[in-house]
Structure formats: structure tokens, C-alpha cells
């Protein structure tokens, strides 16, 4: 077992800072960004859907209470208290 974990050991390769940013930098040449077109219309999607989403939930949350008040009012009534 001894001999496999120093072979894995040998097997490594060791690299130092500047081959490790010569890497990067050829990843950020291979990235493709969105233009500022892109992320704007992707920013207006997104605002109008948390809107959207908020309203809706805040409707729910209202007709959920309104239910509820409802039929705690009509318990109370039933039971007398």
C-alpha cells in the first residue's frame, strides 16, 4: 500500500504560481462573455419576475389569511366563544 500512495506521490505535478496564471489567463481567453445587451434584457426578465412572484405569494399569503380569520371567527362563533 506504501508503494502506491509514493508512486501517486511521484506521479504529481508540481506547479508553481506562474504556470498556474498562464492557465487562467488561457481560460479567460477561451470564456465568451455576454454583451451588455444580454445582460440588460436578462436583468429586466429577472426584475419582473421576482415582481411577479412577489405579488403572487403576497396574494396567496392574503387569501390564505382571510380564509383562516374566516373559519377561526366561524369556530368561535359555533362553539360560543
Do not use: C, H
Given at each position: 500500500?506504501?508503494?502506491?500512495?509514493?508512486?501517486?506521490?511521484?506521479?504529481?505535478?508540481?506547479?508553481?504560481?506562474?504556470?498556474?496564471?498562464?492557465?487562467?489567463?488561457?481560460?479567460?481567453?477561451?470564456?465568451?462573455?455576454?454583451?451588455?445587451?444580454?445582460?440588460k434584457?436578462?436583468?429586466?426578465?429577472?426584475?419582473?419576475?421576482?415582481?411577479?412572484?412577489?405579488?403572487?405569494?403576497?396574494?396567496?399569503?392574503?387569501?390564505?389569511?382571510?380564509?383562516?380569520?374566516?373559519?377561526?371567527?366561524?369556530?368561535?362563533?359555533?362553539?360560543?366563544?
Amino acid at each position: 500500500m506504501a508503494e502506491a500512495v509514493g508512486s501517486l506521490e511521484k506521479g504529481k505535478k508540481k506547479e508553481g504560481v506562474a504556470e498556474f496564471v498562464r492557465e487562467t489567463r488561457a481560460e479567460l481567453d477561451r470564456t465568451t462573455f455576454p454583451s451588455s445587451e444580454d445582460v440588460k434584457n436578462t436583468t429586466i426578465i429577472v426584475i419582473i419576475s421576482v415582481i411577479f412572484f412577489a405579488i403572487y405569494l403576497f396574494l396567496i399569503d392574503q387569501s390564505w389569511t382571510y380564509i383562516l380569520e374566516a373559519l377561526t371567527w366561524a369556530v368561535n362563533k359555533i362553539a360560543g366563544v
